[in-house]
C-alpha cells in the first residue's frame, strides 16, 4: 500500500522535475515519482540502513543529516524539495524550512497537527501527551521534538516571507480534502496537513556545491 501523503505529493509535483527527498527513508516516495512522475530523483537520508534500501532500489541518495547537510546544495538545485513526516523530528526546523526554500523553487512539507482535536480531546480528558494515529508513539519513544500545530506553521511560513499554494488535509479514514490553513476550524479538523510552499522574492544563487554530491 502506497501512503495517502505521497500520493497527495505525486499529484503536486509536475513531470519530469528535479526532486530532493529529504529524509527519505527507504525511498518508496522516490521511487513512485520515478515510476509516475519520470523526476530526476534525489534523496538525503541520515540512517545507514535507509541509504542502503534506496540504493537497492536505483536510486541516487546521499547519507547525511537535513539539520546540517543542506548546505551542501547549491540554490536553486531543484524544482521541489520534500520533507515528509520529517520536519517535526528536525533539530532546527525553522533553518531546514528556509534551507529547503533556498535550495528548490517549492517545498512539498507534510507534519502531524498537534492542534487537531483528538490531541486537544486527550490532552483535557487525561492530562498526559496524547496518542493518535497521526502520535503513535508514547512521548518517551517518538522521535518527534518540534511538534507544533498548523497555526503555528502557517505563522513560521509569514515570517520567513513564504506563500502556501495549496494545502491538504490527510488521514487515514477519511480522503484528502483541501483546506485554509489559517482556518481555526480547520486547524481543528486536520489530523495531518501537507503544504505547498514557494518564495515570494528570488533567491540569489549561492556558490556551487562541493563535488563528490551523488556521485
Same mark, same amino acid.
Request: overall charge negative; glycine content about 6%; some cysteine.
Given at each position: 500500500m502506497i501512503r495517502e501523503d505521497f500520493r497527495e505529493i505525486a499529484r503536486l509535483v509536475r513531470p519530469g522535475a528535479r526532486v530532493l527527498d529529504v529524509g527519505c527513508g527507504e525511498?518508496?516516495?522516490?521511487? &513512485?515519482?520515478?515510476?509516475?512522475? !519520470?523526476? /530526476?530523483?534525489?534523496?538525503?537520508?541520515?540512517?545507514?540502513?535507509?541509504?542502503?534500501?534506496?540504493?537497492?532500489?536505483? &536510486?541516487?541518495?546521499?547519507?547525511? !543529516?537535513? /539539520?546540517?547537510?543542506?548546505g551542501e546544495f547549491p540554490s536553486e538545485a531543484f524544482d521541489y524539495a520534500i520533507l515528509s513526516q520529517t520536519l517535526q523530528a528536525v533539530r532546527q526546523p525553522r533553518k531546514v524550512l528556509s534551507d529547503l526554500m533556498r535550495l528548490a523553487e517549492r517545498a512539498i512539507v507534510s507534519f502531524p497537527n498537534f492542534g487537531h482535536w483528538r490531541v486537544r480531546a486527550s490532552l483535557l480528558a487525561h492530562g498526559r501527551m496524547p496518542l493518535t494515529r497521526a502520535l503513535p508513539q508514547p512521548w518517551w519513544a517518538t522521535i518527534n521534538i518540534h511538534l507544533c500545530t498548523l497555526r503555528d506553521f502557517t505563522e513560521l511560513c509569514a515570517d520567513l516571507d513564504l506563500r502556501i499554494e495549496a494545502?491538504?488535509?490527510?488521514?487515514?479514514?477519511?480522503?484528502?480534502?483541501?483546506?485554509?490553513?489559517?482556518?481555526?476550524?480547520?486547524?481543528?479538523?486536520?489530523?495531518?496537513a501537507l503544504l505547498l510552499l514557494s518564495r515570494t522574492h528570488h533567491v540569489a544563487p549561492a556558490a556551487p556545491a562541493a563535488a563528490g554530491l551523488f556521485d
Amino acid at each position: 500500500m502506497i501512503r495517502e501523503d505521497f500520493r497527495e505529493i505525486a499529484r503536486l509535483v509536475r513531470p519530469g522535475a528535479r526532486v530532493l527527498d529529504v529524509g527519505c527513508g527507504e525511498g518508496e516516495l522516490l521511487d &513512485l515519482l520515478r515510476r509516475e512522475k !519520470d523526476v /530526476d530523483a534525489r534523496g538525503l537520508e541520515i540512517s545507514s540502513d535507509g541509504v542502503g534500501a534506496c540504493l537497492a532500489r536505483g &536510486l541516487s541518495v546521499m547519507q547525511g !543529516d537535513a /539539520d546540517s547537510d543542506l548546505g551542501e546544495f547549491p540554490s536553486e538545485a531543484f524544482d521541489y524539495a520534500i520533507l515528509s513526516q520529517t520536519l517535526q523530528a528536525v533539530r532546527q526546523p525553522r533553518k531546514v524550512l528556509s534551507d529547503l526554500m533556498r535550495l528548490a523553487e517549492r517545498a512539498i512539507v507534510s507534519f502531524p497537527n498537534f492542534g487537531h482535536w483528538r490531541v486537544r480531546a486527550s490532552l483535557l480528558a487525561h492530562g498526559r501527551m496524547p496518542l493518535t494515529r497521526a502520535l503513535p508513539q508514547p512521548w518517551w519513544a517518538t522521535i518527534n521534538i518540534h511538534l507544533c500545530t498548523l497555526r503555528d506553521f502557517t505563522e513560521l511560513c509569514a515570517d520567513l516571507d513564504l506563500r502556501i499554494e495549496a494545502a491538504v488535509a490527510l488521514s487515514e479514514r477519511t480522503a484528502p480534502r483541501e483546506i485554509d490553513p489559517t482556518r481555526a476550524l480547520d486547524n481543528l479538523r486536520t489530523e495531518t496537513a501537507l503544504l505547498l510552499l514557494s518564495r515570494t522574492h528570488h533567491v540569489a544563487p549561492a556558490a556551487p556545491a562541493a563535488a563528490g554530491l551523488f556521485d
